[in-house]
T-cell receptor
């Protein structure tokens, strides 16, 4: 399978704990995006990378959230001191940056439940 | 502020009929538009896209129409099938970020 891969698929954690999600993009894609989705809402942009450079972060992204993409391959999204409001599906997507017509392809998502 | 809006949270259609899903946007800098389909507990799946230089793109049963002057796009599914029942998201891109609507839940009744 050469699609976007995310793990773990499900994570239940206690409030205050740290969690980390991993994303492996489609191999030839140089852009990688993180989104968050809650029930009844569309995917909400968190951040994106071009190769290893983090080009943009949502102003809504708390300091407790950090993302990395070492060597421009896989990426990790860490949430520190989790809160119940962090419960959501965390989606990773990747694309090949083009001048136009840049389509992003999503992984299966990682569900986070903070109890 | 929501730059991409889907004002119909749900839509029910008889099998074999046409499904029309609508989407409005506010940012005239958007130059690429996409539709995604999502089943529960899965990530969104890309369906079809359209560049701002076109007004129509067709792929099998799916056609996307773009009206730039009205800042409106629509997805037509003909004929609708029960397997099309899912949540559909429209998205718009300015070349960097992608902005999503809140989705329309489509139910195709057999």
């Amino acid at each position: 399978d050469t699609g976007v891969s995310q793990n773990p698929r499900h994570k239940i954690t206690k409030r205050g704990q740290n969690v980390t999600f991993r994303c492996d993009p489609i191999s030839e894609h140089n852009r990688l995006y993180w989104y968050r989705q809650t029930l009844g809402q569309g995917p909400e942009f968190l951040t994106y990378f071009q190769n290893e450079a983090q080009l943009e972060k949502s102003r809504l992204l708390s300091d407790r959230f950090s993302a990395e993409r070492p060597k421009g391959s896989f990426s990790t999204l860490e949430i520190q001191r989790t809160e119940q409001g962090d419960s959501a599906m965390y989606l990773c997507a990747s694309s090949q940056a083009l001048i136009s017509g840049n389509t992003i392809y999503f992984g299966e998502g990682s569900w986070l439940t903070v109890v | 502020d929501q730059q991409v809006k889907q004002n119909s949270p749900s839509l029910s259609v008889q099998e074999g009929r046409i499904s029309i899903l609508n989407c409005d946007y506010t940012n005239s800098m958007f130059d690429y538009f996409l539709w995604y389909k999502k089943y529960p507990a899965e990530g969104p799946t890309f369906l079809i896209s359209i560049s701002s230089i076109k007004d129509k793109n067709e792929d099998g049963r799916f056609t996307v129409f773009l009206n730039k002057s009205a800042k409106h796009l629509s997805l037509h599914i003909v004929p609708s099938q029960p397997g099309d029942s899912a949540v559909y998201f429209c998205a718009a891109s300015d070349g960097n970020q992608f902005y999503f609507g809140t989705g329309t839940s489509l139910t195709v009744i057999p």
